[in-house]
């Protein structure tokens, strides 16, 4: 079992920035790597980025590059979603997740475990 621990969302002018960070804990070995999602009200649960725990392989979907950037810290076992130059269409639920392969084109159907996400929401 792992267990994931969003923190970090919160309301934002557009243009503005923040950090969401997701603590691992539990059999963290497992995962091969973690990643990010969102879900917007109405919409589907979408991939945004994922990293490897190890080396420094990372995927961002299309409408992010540039502006987001995923990162961890081994040694916290933390994985860290920083968002600069949000739209109001980043505004959504933002998950954290355990996954068994790095790909961008991830879906929550490959996800292992899911944290219980953090609200971010962007004004105009």
């Known amino acids: 079992q792992v267990q994931l621990v969003e923190s970090g969302g919160g309301l934002v002018q557009a243009g503005g920035s923040l950090r969401l960070s997701c603590a691992a804990s539990?059999?963290?070995?497992?995962?091969?790597?973690m990643g990010w999602f969102r879900q917007a009200p109405g919409k589907e649960r979408e991939f945004v980025a994922a990293?490897?725990?190890?080396?420094?392989?990372?995927v961002y979907v299309d409408s992010v590059k540039g502006r987001f950037t995923i990162s961890r810290d081994n040694s916290k076992n933390t994985v860290y979603l920083q968002m600069n130059s949000l739209k109001p269409e980043d505004t959504a639920v933002y998950y954290c997740a355990a996954l068994p392969f790095l790909s961008a084109k991830l879906s929550g159907d490959n996800v292992d475990y899911w944290g219980h996400g953090t609200q971010v929401t962007v004004s105009s």
């Open positions: 539990g059999r963290t070995s497992s995962s091969y790597a």
């Open positions: 990293i490897r725990w190890s080396y420094s392989s990372t």
